[in-house]
């Protein structure tokens, strides 16, 4: 992780350590760098930078600057207007922009925001050039052979425009209609959009596979979104479904990269739940290849077992879909995603895509004519405690030597029975701290033990 730039891009609260400042230095270099490097080629065409944004009320503002810098610098913009983090990574990849920015904190709060960037191909931009977006910001950029003070500006002609593209936005739409495999006519579906992104997208797909859809929180308002609403707040769709008897419930967060299912009887599937059903229909299908699913450090152990008993491989990565997604790629691998939601199937997207996730459980359930609940056996979830500790600084609170002891004896406590994993978060100032064990009583001890030494220590935020 570079300095500004986290796992998912440059987060923060709006016009506090992200600011509107920040984001037109962003679009400043990159309609500059993509700009000389089509002049660098041989070209005369200004480079194309498509963007999408969430409901947050800061999202405008960082759309303008953006945009700001972006024509200033000779870059013409591209606007799908509040859309979906896929939607723009596909946008990016099938209409070939030189790159992609969608503007979005996804399941935090309103008064966060952020600024993600995908290269051309529709995947999370390189760390090299992350690495020259940040030397930037920073007055620090050497490239080409110089140092720039400065970037030029576009002049006459070269001034970059302002392009409304709402129809690339309709064709993503369009696309994820088209996987499709089946009518979904006399299913009652469930959608919480997290007053996000996906709200008005994935009603229109369900309608128009035949869906009796429901929906709820689907009316932004700019400081609604992810509020008691979305796969953070799954309780939400839990009793919903319950109450309105539905077949089915998939929950979104805010920019729909993500997806929590409910199923008829209000239990929680959760990412888990979904690489195991997504990865034994694909198995008996011949389209797992590699025989392996693609997890984080972070998924349960139970999925591991029932995985192995499926004889269905498996390998784990560093948190983030930005690393499932890169072994996914170096291994040939099809399936992959996180406990939080995030699934990826790299014959559809490149990103995690919360409605192709929902869309490809509807498949399951209508090929094997079976119930959520019914897919979903065979999957037992260890217990799990999962607290997040606010803290200072991330680095001084998981290398305290006193902190390490802790989390040291109480993997010696679990032994072969469970596991403890601390970690930090890659957008939040965030130590997370992870217990699995055989009851969530002994799951609740032993992250009490570690965090109570975190706040004896003086890392937390008080």
Not at 80 to 98: K, N
Not at 252 to 265: F, H, M, Q
Not at 342 to 361: M, R
């Amino acid at each position: 992780m570079g300095k500004y730039f986290g796992t998912d891009g440059f987060r923060g609260e709006a016009n506090v350590n992200l600011t509107a400042d920040h984001a037109y230095k962003v679009g400043r270099f990159l309609g500059w760098y993509y700009g000389e490097l089509k002049r660098r080629a041989g070209s005369t065409e200004p480079p194309r930078v498509v963007i999408g944004k969430d409901t947050r009320r800061s999202s405008y503002m960082f759309e303008y600057t953006l945009v700001a810098g972006l024509t200033a610098s000779g870059a013409d913009a591209y606007l799908l207007h509040v859309t979906t983090t896929p939607s723009v990574a596909y946008v990016t990849r099938v209409d070939e922009f030189d790159c992609g920015i969608m503007i979005s904190a996804s399941h935090n709060p309103y008064y966060d925001n952020g600024i993600k960037l995908l290269n051309a191909h529709g995947e999370k931009m390189e760390e090299e050039t992350i690495a020259l977006v940040e030397d930037y910001l920073d007055g620090e950029l050497e490239l080409f052979g110089k140092k720039w003070d400065e970037l030029p500006y576009g002049l006459r002609d070269k001034v970059g425009c302002t392009v409304d593209y709402v129809s690339g936005r309709n064709r993503y739409i369009g696309y994820l209609i088209s996987l499709g495999l089946f009518s979904f006519k006399g299913i009652k579906v469930g959608l919480d959009c997290a007053n996000g992104a996906s709200w008005n997208i994935a009603k229109s797909v369900f309608d128009a596979l035949g869906a009796k859809t429901f929906v709820i929180n689907a009316e932004p308002d700019g400081t609604n979104i992810n509020e008691n609403a979305g796969s953070t707040h799954i309780e939400v769709l839990q009793k919903f479904v319950v109450e309105n008897g539905l077949d089915v419930g998939f929950a979104y967060d805010g920019d729909a990269d993500r997806c929590l299912c409910v199923d008829e009887t209000g239990e929680i599937i959760n990412g888990d739940h979904i690489l195991y059903i997504l990865g034994q229909y694909m198995q008996s299908r011949g389209q797992l290849d590699n025989n392996t699913v693609v997890t984080t450090v972070m998924s349960n152990f139970g999925l591991y077992k029932a995985l192995e008993e499926k004889n269905i491989g498996y390998a784990k990565t560093a948190v983030g879909d930005k690393y499932v997604y890169e072994y996914m790629v170096n291994n040939g691998c099809r399936l992959g995603g996180e406990q939080s939601g995030h699934i990826i199937i790299s014959k559809y997207a490149t990103t995690g895509d919360g409605i192709l996730t929902s869309l490809k459980l509807m498949e399951v359930m209508l090929a094997k004519k079976k119930k959520m609940s019914q897919l979903a056996e065979g999957l037992t979830i260890y217990p799990q405690v999962l607290k997040n500790v606010r803290v200072k600084s991330k680095p001084e609170a998981q290398n305290d030597p006193a902190v390490q002891e802790a989390v040291a004896a109480v993997a010696e406590k679990l032994g072969d029975t469970g596991r403890i994993l601390v970690r930090e978060s890659g957008t939040e100032p965030v130590i997370r701290v992870m217990v699995e064990a055989g009851t969530k009583a002994v799951c609740q001890e032993c992250v009490d033990q570690v965090v109570d030494v975190i706040c004896a220590r003086g890392h937390a935020r008080v």
